[in-house]
């Protein structure tokens, strides 16, 4: 009888050793799922070119006698003798995933020109971070006062 005792505790130690290398071998199985899971959403999204300003056109006049201003600085470019200024598309380059929505676009452009008051270009673009090359806005004619 004690022999038995010792086959039957024996025997039991045995099957919890097992139970516990099972237990393991499923607690790795689960690591693994769930590193795959994370890896899979995280490598979902990729680099896309976003926009960080589009093509910006438009014309700047004087306030008092609705004549098209030359020379007038806006952003980086002059203005021609009609008044019309041409800012260049510039882009960049952004993270996207399925889930997330694009990037807003937020415009500040000074627009100066000596003896007048500076005035600027603001513009924001909710969703407008992921359009398409090319992108082009218009802009409403702006009026510059005189100092």
């Given at each position: 009888?004690?022999?038995?005792?010792?086959?039957?505790?024996?025997?039991?130690?045995?099957?919890?050793?097992?139970?516990?290398?099972?237990?393991?071998?499923?607690?790795?199985t689960m690591?693994t799922?769930?590193?795959?899971?994370?890896?899979?959403?995280?490598?979902?999204?990729?680099?896309?070119?976003?926009?960080?300003?589009?093509?910006?056109?438009?014309?700047?006049?004087?306030?008092?006698?609705c004549?098209?201003?030359?020379?007038?600085?806006?952003?980086?470019?002059?203005?021609?003798?009609?008044?019309?200024?041409?800012?260049?598309?510039?882009?960049?380059?952004?993270?996207a995933?399925?889930?997330?929505?694009?990037?807003?676009?937020?415009?500040?452009?000074?627009?100066?020109?000596?003896?007048y008051?500076?005035?600027?270009?603001?513009?924001?673009?909710?969703?407008?971070?992921?359009?398409?090359?090319?992108?082009?806005?218009?802009?409403?004619?702006?009026?510059?006062?005189?100092?």
């Amino acid at each position: 009888m004690f022999l038995k005792a010792i086959k039957i505790k024996a025997a039991s130690i045995k099957y919890s050793t097992l139970e516990y290398s099972n237990y393991l071998s499923n607690l790795n199985t689960m690591k693994t799922v769930i590193i795959l899971c994370f890896l899979s959403l995280v490598f979902q999204g990729c680099l896309v070119s976003s926009l960080v300003r589009p093509k910006l056109t438009g014309y700047i006049y004087d306030y008092n006698n609705c004549q098209p201003l030359d020379s007038c600085k806006v952003g980086e470019v002059i203005t021609d003798s009609t008044g019309y200024f041409c800012l260049k598309e510039k882009r960049g380059v952004g993270f996207a995933m399925i889930a997330l929505e694009a990037p807003p676009v937020v415009i500040h452009e000074v627009v100066q020109k000596k003896g007048y008051v500076e005035d600027r270009i603001e513009i924001f673009g909710k969703w407008a971070g992921f359009s398409p090359k090319g992108t082009h806005w218009k802009c409403d004619t702006i009026f510059l006062k005189k100092q």
